[in-house]
């Protein structure tokens, strides 16, 4: 995936929220004990291991705080 848009899906238990994309590529693979917290299109654009979260959108571009909030419960 690469190019800048916006849209909404869901992620992991937190329902649907906004996401936006810039220039983003997507997650190629997860391993382990890695989760896959949200897909777009079929391809996986946020994952979280233990502590660790990663994504390929900018949650600090939109309104909703609910993914901050999310890393900052993660144990």
Not at 13 to 35: C, E, N, S, W
């Amino acid at each position: 995936m690469v190019g800048s848009f916006r849209t909404t899906h869901t992620f992991g238990k937190l329902g649907t929220l906004p996401m936006t994309f810039i220039r983003a590529p997507y997650i190629a693979a997860v391993h382990g004990d890695a989760q896959i917290l949200a897909s777009v299109d079929g391809n996986i654009v946020a994952a979280q291991q233990n502590k660790q979260l990663v994504t390929a959108f900018h949650p600090e571009l939109d309104e909703s705080t609910a993914i901050h909030e999310y890393f900052l419960q993660m144990q």
